[in-house]
Protein backbone atom coordinates (compact mmCIF):
# COMPACT_ATOMS: atom_id res chain seq x y z
CA UNK A 1 0.00 0.00 0.00
CA UNK A 2 1.23 3.35 -0.61
CA UNK A 3 2.40 5.63 2.37
CA UNK A 4 4.50 8.18 3.32
CA UNK A 5 7.19 8.07 6.67
CA UNK A 6 7.93 10.87 8.57
CA UNK A 7 10.47 9.08 10.95
CA UNK A 8 10.90 12.43 13.03
CA UNK A 9 8.02 13.24 15.17
CA UNK A 10 9.63 16.44 16.77
CA UNK A 11 12.52 18.57 16.15
CA UNK A 12 14.30 21.41 18.12
CA UNK A 13 16.40 23.19 16.42
CA UNK A 14 18.18 26.60 17.12
CA UNK A 15 17.71 29.93 15.56
CA UNK A 16 20.18 30.46 12.47
CA UNK A 17 20.82 26.80 12.37
CA UNK A 18 20.25 24.24 9.52
CA UNK A 19 17.59 22.15 8.87
CA UNK A 20 16.77 18.87 7.16
CA UNK A 21 13.03 16.86 7.68
CA UNK A 22 12.91 13.47 6.50
CA UNK A 23 10.29 12.12 4.33
CA UNK A 24 10.10 8.47 2.94
CA UNK A 25 7.46 7.35 0.76
CA UNK A 26 6.24 4.06 -0.96
CA UNK A 27 4.83 4.15 -3.80
CA UNK A 28 5.10 1.99 -6.73
CA UNK A 29 4.86 4.48 -10.00
CA UNK A 30 6.37 7.88 -9.96
CA UNK A 31 5.87 9.93 -7.33
CA UNK A 32 3.97 13.69 -7.15
CA UNK A 33 5.35 14.96 -3.87
CA UNK A 34 5.07 17.48 -1.75
CA UNK A 35 5.91 19.31 1.71
CA UNK A 36 2.69 21.39 3.49
CA UNK A 37 3.39 23.51 6.57
CA UNK A 38 0.62 24.09 9.10
CA UNK A 39 1.32 26.49 11.96
CA UNK A 40 -0.98 26.55 14.97
CA UNK A 41 -4.56 26.47 14.34
CA UNK A 42 -3.60 27.01 10.77
CA UNK A 43 -4.37 25.37 7.49
CA UNK A 44 -1.94 23.82 5.30
CA UNK A 45 0.30 25.74 2.86
CA UNK A 46 2.29 24.97 0.41
CA UNK A 47 5.93 24.46 0.41
CA UNK A 48 7.20 22.64 -2.45
CA UNK A 49 6.47 19.86 -4.82
CA UNK A 50 7.69 17.60 -7.24
CA UNK A 51 6.25 16.22 -10.49
CA UNK A 52 9.43 15.40 -12.55
CA UNK A 53 12.74 17.19 -13.85
CA UNK A 54 15.04 18.48 -11.45
CA UNK A 55 15.44 16.96 -8.35
CA UNK A 56 16.27 19.59 -6.62
CA UNK A 57 13.27 21.64 -5.56
CA UNK A 58 12.62 25.05 -4.37
CA UNK A 59 10.23 26.20 -2.43
CA UNK A 60 8.66 29.53 -0.61
CA UNK A 61 10.14 30.58 2.47
CA UNK A 62 13.53 29.40 1.77
CA UNK A 63 13.02 25.68 1.72
CA UNK A 64 14.21 23.20 -0.62
CA UNK A 65 13.84 19.56 -1.13
CA UNK A 66 15.42 16.67 -2.81
CA UNK A 67 13.82 13.65 -4.51
CA UNK A 68 16.09 10.63 -4.44
CA UNK A 69 14.33 8.03 -6.35
CA UNK A 70 17.01 5.50 -5.00
CA UNK A 71 16.20 5.87 -1.96
CA UNK A 72 12.37 6.52 -2.06
CA UNK A 73 13.01 9.72 0.05
CA UNK A 74 12.07 13.54 -0.43
CA UNK A 75 13.51 15.14 2.53
CA UNK A 76 13.09 18.88 3.21
CA UNK A 77 16.36 21.49 3.92
CA UNK A 78 16.54 25.24 5.03
CA UNK A 79 19.91 26.25 5.39
CA UNK A 80 19.21 29.05 8.69
CA UNK A 81 15.78 28.23 10.41
CA UNK A 82 14.12 31.36 11.36
CA UNK A 83 11.53 31.39 14.75
CA UNK A 84 8.77 32.22 12.27
CA UNK A 85 9.21 28.28 10.77
CA UNK A 86 8.38 26.96 14.16
CA UNK A 87 5.10 24.56 12.73
CA UNK A 88 4.30 21.11 11.67
CA UNK A 89 5.57 20.08 8.43
CA UNK A 90 3.65 17.28 6.79
CA UNK A 91 4.68 15.39 3.46
CA UNK A 92 2.36 13.75 1.01
CA UNK A 93 2.61 12.16 -2.07
CA UNK A 94 -0.27 11.55 -4.92
CA UNK A 95 -2.12 8.06 -4.66
CA UNK A 96 -4.35 8.57 -6.54
CA UNK A 97 -6.58 9.65 -9.41
CA UNK A 98 -7.43 12.83 -9.15
CA UNK A 99 -4.46 13.86 -6.87
CA UNK A 100 -5.82 12.26 -3.63
CA UNK A 101 -3.55 12.90 -1.23
CA UNK A 102 -1.49 10.46 1.61
CA UNK A 103 0.02 12.42 4.47
CA UNK A 104 3.20 11.97 6.56
CA UNK A 105 2.03 12.13 10.16
CA UNK A 106 4.07 15.42 10.31
CA UNK A 107 7.27 16.52 12.22
CA UNK A 108 6.58 19.00 14.79
CA UNK A 109 9.43 21.63 14.21
CA UNK A 110 10.65 23.56 17.68
CA UNK A 111 13.12 26.87 16.75
CA UNK A 112 15.05 27.39 20.17
CA UNK A 113 15.80 31.29 20.01
CA UNK B 1 -4.68 35.69 -4.69
CA UNK B 2 -7.42 33.15 -4.67
CA UNK B 3 -7.86 31.06 -1.63
CA UNK B 4 -10.26 28.31 -0.58
CA UNK B 5 -12.74 29.63 1.55
CA UNK B 6 -14.28 27.42 4.79
CA UNK B 7 -17.13 28.05 6.83
CA UNK B 8 -17.52 28.20 9.83
CA UNK B 9 -14.17 28.15 11.72
CA UNK B 10 -15.60 26.23 14.61
CA UNK B 11 -18.83 23.92 14.93
CA UNK B 12 -19.64 22.67 18.62
CA UNK B 13 -22.65 20.03 17.74
CA UNK B 14 -24.42 17.53 20.41
CA UNK B 15 -23.30 14.35 19.04
CA UNK B 16 -26.22 12.70 17.15
CA UNK B 17 -27.10 16.24 15.51
CA UNK B 18 -26.23 16.53 11.96
CA UNK B 19 -23.53 19.19 10.83
CA UNK B 20 -22.80 20.92 7.05
CA UNK B 21 -19.15 22.51 6.29
CA UNK B 22 -19.22 24.71 3.66
CA UNK B 23 -16.71 25.33 1.18
CA UNK B 24 -15.76 27.59 -1.61
CA UNK B 25 -13.63 26.16 -3.60
CA UNK B 26 -11.25 27.99 -6.09
CA UNK B 27 -13.58 29.13 -8.78
CA UNK B 28 -11.49 27.62 -11.99
CA UNK B 29 -10.90 24.36 -9.87
CA UNK B 30 -12.38 20.98 -10.80
CA UNK B 31 -11.66 18.73 -8.48
CA UNK B 32 -12.51 18.99 -4.84
CA UNK B 33 -11.51 16.95 -1.47
CA UNK B 34 -12.76 16.75 2.19
CA UNK B 35 -9.72 15.78 4.61
CA UNK B 36 -9.64 15.38 8.05
CA UNK B 37 -6.88 15.75 10.74
CA UNK B 38 -8.18 14.57 14.66
CA UNK B 39 -6.12 16.20 16.82
CA UNK B 40 -2.35 15.19 16.92
CA UNK B 41 -3.32 12.58 14.14
CA UNK B 42 -2.21 13.23 10.83
CA UNK B 43 -4.05 14.34 7.91
CA UNK B 44 -6.30 11.48 6.03
CA UNK B 45 -8.48 11.68 3.15
CA UNK B 46 -12.09 11.20 3.21
CA UNK B 47 -13.53 11.96 -0.31
CA UNK B 48 -12.45 13.28 -4.06
CA UNK B 49 -15.16 14.99 -5.86
CA UNK B 50 -14.92 15.32 -9.77
CA UNK B 51 -17.59 16.47 -12.13
CA UNK B 52 -20.04 16.15 -9.76
CA UNK B 53 -19.94 12.82 -8.46
CA UNK B 54 -17.63 11.10 -5.81
CA UNK B 55 -14.40 9.82 -7.81
CA UNK B 56 -12.97 8.37 -4.89
CA UNK B 57 -13.76 7.84 -0.87
CA UNK B 58 -11.60 6.18 2.18
CA UNK B 59 -13.11 3.86 4.09
CA UNK B 60 -13.40 6.67 7.04
CA UNK B 61 -16.52 7.91 4.83
CA UNK B 62 -19.44 5.64 5.31
CA UNK B 63 -22.95 6.10 5.08
CA UNK B 64 -23.33 9.00 7.44
CA UNK B 65 -21.14 11.51 5.25
CA UNK B 66 -22.40 12.74 2.29
CA UNK B 67 -20.84 15.91 0.32
CA UNK B 68 -22.44 18.04 -2.64
CA UNK B 69 -21.60 21.28 -4.68
CA UNK B 70 -25.30 22.62 -4.47
CA UNK B 71 -24.74 25.88 -6.63
CA UNK B 72 -22.03 25.68 -8.63
CA UNK B 73 -19.53 27.16 -6.20
CA UNK B 74 -20.29 25.42 -2.63
CA UNK B 75 -19.35 22.22 -1.74
CA UNK B 76 -20.01 20.92 1.63
CA UNK B 77 -19.93 18.14 3.45
CA UNK B 78 -22.53 16.57 5.72
CA UNK B 79 -22.12 14.01 8.57
CA UNK B 80 -25.87 13.17 9.36
CA UNK B 81 -25.37 11.82 13.20
CA UNK B 82 -22.60 12.59 14.57
CA UNK B 83 -20.41 10.81 17.20
CA UNK B 84 -17.92 11.51 19.14
CA UNK B 85 -14.85 10.09 17.47
CA UNK B 86 -16.08 12.49 14.58
CA UNK B 87 -14.43 15.35 16.37
CA UNK B 88 -11.44 16.74 13.88
CA UNK B 89 -10.39 19.73 12.06
CA UNK B 90 -11.98 18.97 8.42
CA UNK B 91 -10.23 20.50 5.54
CA UNK B 92 -11.37 21.41 2.02
CA UNK B 93 -8.81 21.28 -0.87
CA UNK B 94 -9.68 22.36 -4.63
CA UNK B 95 -7.02 21.22 -7.33
CA UNK B 96 -6.54 22.77 -10.67
CA UNK B 97 -7.82 22.26 -14.21
CA UNK B 98 -5.02 19.42 -15.14
CA UNK B 99 -3.96 16.89 -12.79
CA UNK B 100 -0.75 16.67 -10.99
CA UNK B 101 -1.18 20.14 -9.64
CA UNK B 102 -1.15 20.95 -6.01
CA UNK B 103 -4.13 21.02 -3.78
CA UNK B 104 -5.33 24.22 -2.38
CA UNK B 105 -6.63 24.01 1.77
CA UNK B 106 -8.59 25.75 3.28
CA UNK B 107 -8.15 26.94 6.70
CA UNK B 108 -9.66 24.41 8.23
CA UNK B 109 -13.02 23.83 10.43
CA UNK B 110 -12.72 22.46 13.46
CA UNK B 111 -15.43 20.28 14.92
CA UNK B 112 -16.45 18.90 18.13
CA UNK B 113 -19.10 17.02 18.75
CA UNK B 114 -20.20 16.71 22.23
Known amino acids: AQSVTQPDIHITVSEGASLELRCNYSYGATPYLFWYVQSPGQGLQLLLKYFSGDTLVQGIKGFEAEFKRSQSSFNLRKPSVHWSDAAEYFCAVVTGGGNKLTFGTGTQLKVEL | EPEVTQTPSHQVTQMGQEVILRCVPISNHLYFYWYRQILGQKVEFLVS????????KSEIFDDQFSVERPDGSNFTLKIRSTKLEDSAMYFC????????????FGQGTRLTVV
Open chain 2, 49 to 56: FYNNEISE
Open chain 2, 93 to 104: ASNGKTEFTEAF
